[in-house]
T-cell receptor
Framework: DTGVSQNPRHKITKRGQNVTFRCDPISEHNRLYWYRQTLGQGPEFLTYFQNEAQLEKSRLLSDRFSAERPKGSFSTLEIQRTEQGDSAMYLC??????????FGEGSWLTVV | AQKITQTQPGMFVQEKEAVTLDCTYDTSDPSYGLFWYKQPSSGEMIFLIYQGSYDQQNATEGRYSLNFQKARKSANLVISASQLGDSAMYFCAMRGVAANDYKLSFGAGTTVTVRA
């Protein structure tokens, strides 16, 4: 049983460029989450999918952010027109219903 | 709303000794779950241990045990026989247990450094 997989693990991009992160959850996990973590802080909730339906988006997620989970399998998180304040680690997690949430290794974003 | 407080930003512990990481919480949910995660420098959040609010006994998982005091709203993590590989950031988190509860709320974390 493989864990949550995220790629790329590291991304350096210039301000104004678009970036996309991919998350492959644990097989048969119907719930998928995205969190953002900045240095020295705990993760903050961004968005949640149950199967393919995006059920909640945090106010942290501006209009430049979009997440999808086509067919209820993998998910993508796209950030358009990146800003320096977007520099953070983006963590994906999955769970089966209300059970324990398992996280991936995260995708580090640096906007220069 | 749920709030997690971890007041220890950093701790040092000697190898083979035990260390206790503090976590207090606040919630209006009648039922909830408390989690501890370990985050090494690589970034992955590793699930360690879970305590349900109505569990009669404190949770244990290998060298990890959770000192749950419901009246005090605290859920401290105890790591026994510390190893060098335990050096990491540790996060306390909580979530309601209703069907539509899915968000984890995290504390700010505690950095543990194990000395040889």
């Amino acid at each position: 049983d493989t864990g949550v997989s995220q790629n790329p693990r590291h991304k350096i991009t210039k301000r104004g460029q678009n970036v996309t992160f991919r998350c492959d959850p644990i097989s048969e996990h119907n719930r998928l989450y995205w969190y953002r973590q900045t240095l020295g802080q705990g993760p903050e909730f961004l968005t949640y999918f149950q199967n393919e339906a995006q059920l909640e988006k945090s106010r942290l997620l501006s209009d430049r952010f979009s997440a999808e989970r086509p067919k209820g399998s993998f998910s993508t998180l796209e950030i358009q027109r990146t800003e320096q304040g977007d520099s953070a680690m983006y963590l994906c997690a999955s769970s089966r219903e209300g059970n324990t949430i398992y996280f991936g290794e995260g995708s580090w974003l640096t906007v220069v | 709303a749920q709030k997690i407080t971890q007041t220890q930003p950093g701790m040092f512990v000697q190898e083979k000794e035990a260390v206790t990481l503090d976590c207090t919480y606040d919630t209006s949910d009648p039922s909830y779950g408390l989690f501890w995660y370990k985050q090494p420098s690589s970034g992955e959040m590793i699930f360690l241990i879970y305590q349900g609010s109505y569990d009669q006994q404190n949770a244990t998982e290998g060298r990890y045990s959770l000192n749950f005091q419901k009246a005090r709203k605290s859920a401290n993590l105890v790591i026994s026989a510390s190893q060098l590989g335990d050096s990491a950031m540790y996060f306390c988190a909580m979530r309601g247990v209703a069907a539509n509860d899915y968000k984890l709320s995290f504390g700010a974390g505690t950095t543990v450094t194990v000395r040889a």
